[in-house]
């Protein structure tokens, strides 16, 4: 897989790069990152690649023309290499990105990405050039640098050959529509809390009915609008319904809340 990233700042990229899974997939020649900045296709001597906005107001916005030839640039490259690429805009007005868009962009060949500044890109670049517009959250970040990284760290990983268990990426979190269940390790006891029984019965049917209910439990708590959208069949309502009645019989903090299935 091969992301192509436009972007004024190549060196924040060192964070994804050269360390952790995505580094260690880049080694392994699983997937190709390709930084270029748009100042090198500037024709203003002091390379600037912004100017004031039309109509007045705050800040700077990023030109037409070194952004249309860095992208014109990516693509024309990745053709080269025989990937054939579409183009993302990261932007605070994009579509938000979630697991079943990370699933999607993993199994492109290729995606090329815009990493916007200032108060953003000329629209007419938008037009012209953008497929996808993909916002990481309904927050404003300094560039989309980082919203890229995001994206990149989160699809590579979803590669075959990326983790070191075939399965670690079906049971993260949202790759079934629910949140994950919890997870302990040695020592047995921590702070005078121990593992839960069933986790060292050795019943691997008991442990994965455990860890289904704990994952539609935490999910019913802190995203229930999640529940809602996946749905859920008898097993897993019944398995829901327990963990209810067992929060409230505990006095738990889950028990407390109303219910939103």
Request: hydrophobic residues 40%; proline residues 5%; negative net charge.
């Amino acid at each position: 897989m091969r992301f192509d990233v436009i972007t004024l700042f190549p060196a924040q990229f060192k964070a994804l790069t050269q360390e952790g899974v995505v580094a260690r997939a880049l080694r392994r020649g699983i997937a190709e990152i390709h930084l270029r900045t748009p100042r090198d296709y500037t024709a203003d001597p002091q390379r600037a690649v912004d100017d004031r906005p039309y109509g007045g107001g705050p800040g700077m916005v990023m030109q037409y023309a070194p952004l249309r030839a860095a992208l014109d640039a990516a693509r024309a490259d990745a053709a080269a290499a025989g990937v054939s690429s579409r183009v993302a805009y990261l932007s605070p007005q994009g579509a938000p990105v979630d697991q079943a868009k990370i699933v999607e962009i993993a199994s492109a060949s290729g995606w090329v990405l815009l990493a916007g500044r200032y108060e953003g890109v000329d629209e007419r670049l938008i037009e012209d050039a953008v497929d996808e517009e993909w916002s990481i959250g309904d927050y404003v970040l300094s560039g989309g640098e980082l919203a890229a990284m995001v994206v990149m760290d989160a699809a590579i990983r979803l590669l075959p050959g990326v983790l070191g268990h075939a399965d670690s990426a079906g049971q993260d979190s949202y790759a079934s529509g629910l949140l994950d269940c919890p997870h302990y390790t040695r020592p047995e006891t921590a702070a005078g809390r121990g593992v839960p029984s069933v986790l060292l019965s050795g019943d691997h049917a008991a442990i994965e009915r455990w860890r289904l209910q704990q994952a539609l439990g935490r999910t019913w708590e802190r995203r229930p609008e999640l529940l809602r959208k996946r749905g859920m069949n008898d097993v897993e309502r019944q398995l829901l319904d327990d963990y209810r009645r067992e929060a409230l019989r505990s006095g738990s903090r889950a028990g407390s809340k109303p219910s939103e299935q």
